[in-house]
């Protein structure tokens, strides 16, 4: 996907912008705007998603008729129209298609508590920050892949059969065979699924694919809107069954029923972040890729290593898996080995063939297909938010040592299209300039400061607890610390 741009000024929080938008920049929840408030009551599907078999020819792509307005499960014709999205039959399930335009994809972090990065150096809000991106359009499937088409795979010999882990609960216990048939297909690597969707003409949804079917052109953090439901299943169950859980564009599934799969391997936790730099900031020698490397070790070698023991690319492959807080990433692996530890580095379960992680499949459109345009203007993302003469960015580090922190902020390059300005300069802020800006800055921290480090509590202290209000104080942490840092521009120079 080309990416865009993302516009650097705060003021378009007052544009009905959801409530995770406002705490990237103001440090704290605000509340939507009215605009939004209907995203929490269930609609009827639009007819984009029956699931009920039709009589067309397989494949052939059907146009469903003319909505009263644009907006939720509709997309734009070359000439303006708004329309229902187009949608097609495959051997396997229904596919419908996403509409191609501008969306938000990623989200900040629900935590500012950087205490966990002392004992266990590591990126644990890979989603963020959220930026813009630019899609073509695709197809992706209605639901997840059943566990009866994945029998169809394996018995035309293009797949290989699904095996849960040692010990792992079978999903289908609580089923009849004919119900357990519609459950989604889980107990497969990522190279299981990803044949699986190569059998059916297509391909996994990349993990940006995947957020903007969840998602649609308002940055919801769920699928099917701004709050999460008590009623979600905590089960696997046929696919379609929970209707709330309908995403903007009418997919389903998309926030319950476990994890699934991407195509995206989880090399880089920090891609989100590196959108915005012009260069580097982590060191090979850095705490992440130390802690990285000792982890990665173990989990090929075992505790301690065997003598002579390497860890491969093959037992360090992971993947991102998608979920209910669409914009977050979470990483499994292509396979576990049987040194598995039970988590990874980050805090995550260790996974593999999960009992809970599923797949669906998405394909490209034929270069003669008419691709729908998005039905209406994405919600902007605001991504630096001016406090009296300082310019904040929304983006964080996490686990850096000082230089690391210190070479993040002379590596940030924000481009603001309105003004085709690229601002830079960015540095630490003192830890003045923290207790001035507290109230947007976010805590507990700590964080790495110009002339130290500043945080909400002494993470030396396990019992130290700290509120929103809590007093910021200077700590003295050694440069090699792993802390978090955020970055300011002097906007008098």
């Not at 889980?186 to 297509?202: I, K, L, M, P, S």
């Not at 982890?295 to 003598?307: I, K, T, Y």
């Not at 203007?377 to 210190?406: Q, Y």
Request: net charge negative; glycine share 10%.
């Amino acid at each position: 996907m080309a990416d865009a741009r993302v516009p650097t000024s705060s003021r378009t929080l007052q544009r009905g912008a959801p409530g995770w938008l406002a705490v990237l920049v103001a440090g704290a929840c605000q509340p939507t705007s009215d605009r939004y408030a209907d995203l929490d009551r269930p609609e009827p599907l639009p007819p984009v998603v029956e699931t009920r078999a039709t009589e067309s020819e397989e494949g052939a792509v059907r146009q469903h008729g003319d909505p009263a307005e644009c907006g939720r499960g509709t997309g734009r014709t070359p000439e303006g129209t708004c329309v229902y999205l187009r949608t097609r039959d495959l051997p396997h399930g229904q596919q419908v298609q996403i509409p191609r335009g501008t969306y938000v994809v990623g989200m900040p972090p629900r935590s500012y508590d950087a205490a966990p990065a002392l004992e266990r150096p590591a990126v644990r809000w890979p989603g963020q920050p959220p930026r813009t991106v630019e899609a073509p359009g695709f197809w992706i499937d209605l639901h997840e892949v059943t566990r009866g088409a994945y029998a169809s795979c394996v018995e035309s010999g293009a797949c290989t059969p699904a095996r849960c882990p040692k010990g792992a609960p079978d999903p289908t216990a609580d089923y009849s065979m004919e119900v357990a048939r519609r459950l989604p297909q889980t107990c497969v690597t990522h190279e299981q699924a990803a044949a699986f969707c190569a059998y059916a003409g297509g391909r996994l949804p990349t993990a940006d694919e995947y957020e903007i079917a969840a998602r649609g052109v308002d940055a919801r953090p769920y699928p099917w809107g701004t709050k999460f439901m008590d009623e979600v299943p905590r089960r696997l169950v046929p696919v379609g069954a929970f209707r709330p859980d309908t995403s903007y564009f009418g997919i389903l599934g998309m926030g319950t029923n476990g994890w699934e799969w991407t195509a995206d391997r989880y090399d880089d936790p920090d891609a989100r972040l590196r959108f915005y730099l012009s260069g580097d900031f982590r060191r090979a020698d850095g705490p992440v890729a130390r802690a990285r490397a000792e982890f990665e070790l173990r989990v090929a070698c075992g505790d301690p290593p065997s003598p002579g023991c390497r860890a491969t690319e093959a037992t360090r492959a992971r993947f991102v898996i998608k979920g209910t807080l669409v914009g977050e990433h979470y990483a499994a692996r292509g396979r576990a080995g049987p040194e598995a530890p039970t988590e990874e580095l980050e805090g995550w379960p260790f996974r593999a063939e999960d009992p809970m992680i599923g797949f669906r499949c998405a394909a490209d459109p034929q270069p003669d297909e008419v691709v729908l345009e998005v039905p209406e203007a994405a919600v902007s993302v605001p991504i630096l938010r001016t406090e009296g003469d300082l310019e904040i960015f929304g983006g964080v580090a996490e686990a850096v040592d000082r230089r690391e922190a210190k070479a993040l902020c002379a590596a940030l390059s924000v481009r603001d299209e309105a003004t085709e300005t690229v601002h830079t300069g960015f540095r630490l802020p003192t830890r003045a300039e923290v207790r001035s800006i507290a109230t947007v800055f976010r805590g507990p921290g700590p964080f790495w400061a110009k002339d130290g480090a500043v945080g909400q509590h002494d993470p030396r202290t396990p019992a130290a607890v700290s509120g929103a209000d809590a007093p910021w104080m200077d700590l003295d942490l050694p440069d090699s610390t792993p802390l978090w840092a955020r970055c300011v521009r002097d906007l008098r120079k």
